[in-house]
């Protein structure tokens, strides 16, 4: 417990774009709750407190630790595995420290592609060719920086983690539900879930809560959203050929995407118990297609120009290849 | 009026003259635009491709190259001589299944600055594009003289139904294409069993017994079913049996007197063109007597001859035959 | 052990014809190479991607799927689907790095047995021209090799 | 990292058996050393024992596992040894003895799937490992079930009236238990109907077939649909529920004394296509033949001048009891059956795709089922042979065979019956005229009881046989003395030299060929055919009239090309199978089957057009997926689609299967 009696609360953002933490702030007036439960002893976006602030701590003194990002070089590692000493509840925050989510794409290339794409292509001035490197010395001294995995990893591959809260960003009337939860066990209201269960979101999938009518699946084509020139206001998307992910997504989100006449691209993960997410969803179109004929399915599947943006675009980190070959076979620039 | 790439043949220009000016009457009539492929060259018959494979095919597929160079929005290769027709086909047949045969053909082009990329081409023999392009109705309302009172023994040969690769006529044994075309002419075609069998082809010059035995067969086969003549889609055909046809009674103490011309020929008196201009008269076998039959009563047949069985139309139904079938539904 | 490389194939086979055909090869001592090993399902129908992603993230370097010939699954019509899913699972390997030659949908009926033992020697030999796979296996791929390469600077650890 | 303890937290107890199958296996597979491997490397699963054993399957092994499970309370069991479609049943048996749930067992193949297919013993023994191993990781995840059992309804239906259908629905009935029978024909009799004399006992056919149609047609058990179709059918083994469309006889068979003066008087004659073969006429009211069974008429639509011109009605008007009724309508009847028995025959080759042999073209050329009712007393000319001007008889008659069968450009198979139709026809034509006969046959079969003495007998009655392949038939005469006459010429391969035979008559000893509608007819009863359309049976040579799909049987031609005899031995077959089914009153069906987790399902119906059996059902009002565990036939299709992994499935779960590919996959994870 802090000096002030209040629990302490933290919030830490590895690989990720900044989103969640955007997300909490999103839930209005539910900020100041935390401020009145909890003492944010540790937030790099909000509050200006070091690495070392949190190594001085106790262990287990932090009682809640938000963690967003995924794993992607050395000092993400370092941090998960110093706030996992330190707090007791630590919860994957998000898509990226859940799955991997978008930076998890990354995945797909090796170091090398990466830090070609980075430093030697046109988006980049970079005359003299500068490489970059874990350690340079300086006239004031040697600096070092991390160093980038082969490959990004979600927070479970590194540490434990007690809960997971799914989204891209999680919506916040379920991260307010959460924060209401966590007061309440506080307040000895309520007690935790089992730990290393999914919190902040349903039981079943998106179509569950998805307002559109469903009918027996038969897909002749597959195609864009504005490739339709007038959608059907109240039909189930993938009805009308275009490629949803709601049927394999976690619920949760309150369909918030179909309800507007855009796809589910499964930010919210796979539903409970479910290994592959991408698995899930080649499975459930490739078997409503309505054609027997090798060739002619090969068309309809021209529907679908790229596989592993549509069925892995936020879990490849987290799915059983968790990554392409090229991430691993030929990362040389680690070995100079 | 659609145009095809023509092929002619050196036939139509010699022994085949007949066939060749009865096609452009014809040709007029049906509205056939056929756009003759300059700087044409032999076919090589029956003859060359036995003796030496690659120059044969080498020599055809010149053609088929010249073709593809002046496609005039056409696909289609349209020869009238059977032979042509079969050679080209074969050459654009044997290029497509045999890649090796293709490269030295092509090889061999290139001396002349020419290629052909097999099976960019339909080739066609000539009653194909009547029948299927052109169309029965279209023939039967163009004629303003039908042939009532002759009967004709239509006889195709071998090299059109054989081996027929891709398939386009009704049997390859008994095709009724031309029978078809005849009944619509007006003219009654005689149910003639030997109407693919072989005419004997190029064997005249190498074993005239031979040649003599298949004509006397094709000549015996239109007289025994009272056929006033018979008529022919191949300038080989009619040769062999119009010119060898005196011989033929020689050899074997016979009279037959057939006159053998082309359908077209036959077409063209149908849609009233003046004979004169249809090749009548280059006949060996003199056409006269039998079109001076068209327009009679065809009179009862004094029973001289043994007549076959004919099906009467008493005693057991006969088993319907899958045109038809077709016709009844 | 000779040093050439031997491929795992894993091999889905449908309870009523691949997997009878199999058993056919036994019983005709039809020989085929021991590269790989057969899982038996009720139905190609069954199949279910997950399988496959399974197998290539444990180890197997082929994988082949077999079923009833179109129009004679003892389901009527499921093997279609099989192929559907099949179809689809390609792609999304091919774009995940993972060579076409690896993944193989063949048909057997119950009595093509040495039929079968034909697909899995042309598997085999395909896929020892492909070399090995071998994806890695995450646990402690991460540990060793990074830390030796970075030295943590002592400020920071402090 | 699929961990291992169960659903009770410790881990299973497991008992691994490797069989040496005398040398089968132990041959090429060292077993002792797998059985070492497993004892020391699977330990950590639970492997309490590992033993192998000479013969697992004999009684002294069974017991082996049976102890060990009393001593050792064992809690899963894995055998290596043969195929699971051997002796899974067996090693079942033996854990339900003691105790154990027989489907916490699990046979693993090392003999057809290692032993006898590969030569290297170190591979064979590292692949039996790795096998075993897999079992195990999927044992663990075994559940405990119990067979379903169901219940057998005691009604039969038979597909098909000819002579296999007859014998089976004798069989049933004369049990004792109801039979359907379906017939799409006016009546009863099949193919075997038209013949005249059957060989080899030159029977006649009606004589010996009749009796069989009359007893069908009285027979207390038996319910006779003829003018009908199956149109659907649904539910499975012990409870089909068959749709019938009963088609519009329009006579009242209450009122019918079927005295046929309504086939005197009517009008429209018509050419009888399917029982006179083409050859003969019949009326627009008509029964095929005089013996039909049932003996009401029917009216043929098409050709009724009442129907198509709405005049005439001669057949109301003369009917004495005016059974005529024009206004009937197709009726639907739906029957409850517990097993279906398909014998709906053979059709015959269509002899005008040999163009070369002339039949359609040329008059006097005959296909076998012409000539049956040529030669048939109650046939068009009254059993007198002629030809097709309906006078002349034949002084010389050429018999085809293989037409159309053992050919390349038709059928591969031989077509069995027609070397014994030719020589029968050869025997009547010798008989009834006296005519010279050559037969043209390439190989003689003559395979089953009796028939090779009639070939002796025909060839002693003089028949020319010639053996070549006829090459063409033609009537273009070429030679003195071939005029007016049909020309056969044919390569004599026995005097080596091309012969032309001019004959009168030519018989087409045509082949059988599968219905037309025969993948429809799979279909409908959800069974295969092979790809010209025999229906498949379960074993070609231990099982032939049964089929993959529980409680449906096949009988007779619709198999295969067969001879009577076969086909009424397979209708009795077919039927004795069924009585067992009856008798034992209830059928355990493998408990294989889907369940959805209505929790998880989203309703988002992807699975709801996978089951060709209808078992998924969506409830609107829930808007949840639900699988009818009687349809399910445990395909596993729906399984593998849901999207939401809300539907498993036992036998086959997703984790028993996962934990089998670590297993497979565990000797190379080092």
Redesign the interface.
Known sequence: MSINGKPKFAMYWAASCGGCEIAVLNTHEKILDIDTNFEVVFWPIAMDAKYNDVKAMEDKSILLTLFNGGIRNTENEEVANLLRRKSQILVAFGSCASEGCIPGLANLSSLSDIFNASYQSASTVNPDNVAPKTSVSVPEGEIHIPAMFPALRPLDQVVSVDYYMPGCPPESHQISRVIDLVIKVISKEADLPPIGSVIGAGESTVCDECPRHRDVKTIKQFVRVQDIDKINADLCLLEQGIPCNGPASRSGCGALCPKSGAQCIGCYGPAEGVLDFGARMITALASVIESNEPSEIERILEGIPDPVGQFYRFNLANSLLRTGTAAWRNNASLKE | MTSYLFYPGCSMETSAKAYYESLIAVKKTLGLDLVEIDDWNCCGATEYLGINLIPAYALISRNLALATQQANGSRTVVAPCSACYLNLAKADHYMLERPELGEKVNLALQAGNLFYKPGSLEIRHLLDILINDVGLEEIKSKVKKPLRGIKVAPYLGCMVPRPDYKKRWSDHEHPDELDRLLSALGAEAIDFPLKTHCCGGHMPQISPSTAFELIRRLLHGADLYEADLLVTVCPMCQMNLDAFQAETNRYFHTNYKIPIIFFTQLMGLAFGEDPKELGFGRELVSTEFALSRIGLEIPEPDGSKVQPKRAKKTGLPMPTMPADEEAHK | MSDAFEPIIIGFTCNWCSYRAADLAGTARVKYPANIRLIRLMCSGRIDPTFVLKAFASGADGVLITGCHPGECHYIEQNYKALRRYLLLKRSLTQLGIEAGRVKLVWASAAEGVRLADEITKMVEQVKTLGPLNWPKWEGFFDDEIHSLVEIPEEVSA | ?TNFTTSNGNKERIGVYVCHCGSNIAGTVNVEEVAAWVRTELEGLGVLISRDYKFMCSSLGQELIQNDIKELGLTRIVVGAC???LHEQTFRTACRRAELNPYLCELV?I????S?????K???T??SK??IA?GVYRVVHHQPLEPLHVPIHPATLVVGGGIAGIQAALELADAGYPVYIVEREPSIGGHMAQFDKTFPTLDCAACILTPKMVSVGSHPNITLLTWSEVRQVEGYVGNFTVTIQKKARYVNDEFCTGCAICQEKCPKKV?DEIYEA??G?RKAIYTPFPQAVPKYPVIDRQNCIYFQKGTCKACEKFCPTNAIDFTQEDELVTVNVGNIILATGYDLFDA?RV??Y????L??VFTSL?FER?SNAAG??NGDI??????TVPKTVGIVHCVGSRDRNFNNYCSVICCMQGLKFAHIVHERTGATVYNFYIDMRTAYKAYDEFYQRVLEEGTLFVRGKVA?I?????LPGE??KLIIQVEDTLAGKQRRIPVDMVILSSGLEPRSDA?DLA?LF?I????DGWL?EKH?KLDPVAT??EGIFIAGSVQGPKDIPTSVAQGAAAAARVLGRIQQGEIAIEP?LASVDA????????????C??NAIVFHDDR?VTEINPALC?????C????????IS?T??S?TQ??A???G??LL??E
């Open positions: 990292m195929s699971p479609h193949s003999r057809e799937q290692i006898w297919v590969h030569t290297d170190d591979q064979a590292e692949k790795a096998v897999g050419i083409g050859l006429y005008r163009s070369q002339g039949y359609g073209r008059a006097n012409e040529l068009p000319t002629v030809l097709r001007d309906g006078v063409e033609t009537d273009a005469a070429r005029e007016g993948k279909k959800g295969s055919c092979s790809a498949i070609p993959m799909t294989i929790e998880k399902c989203s309703g988002c119906r992807i699975c709801n057009g996978l060709p059996y808007n036939q445990g395909c596993g299709t399984i593998a689609a849901c999207p939401a992994g809300a499935g036998g086959f997703d299967i996962l089998q590919i670590d497979l996959l190379n994870a």
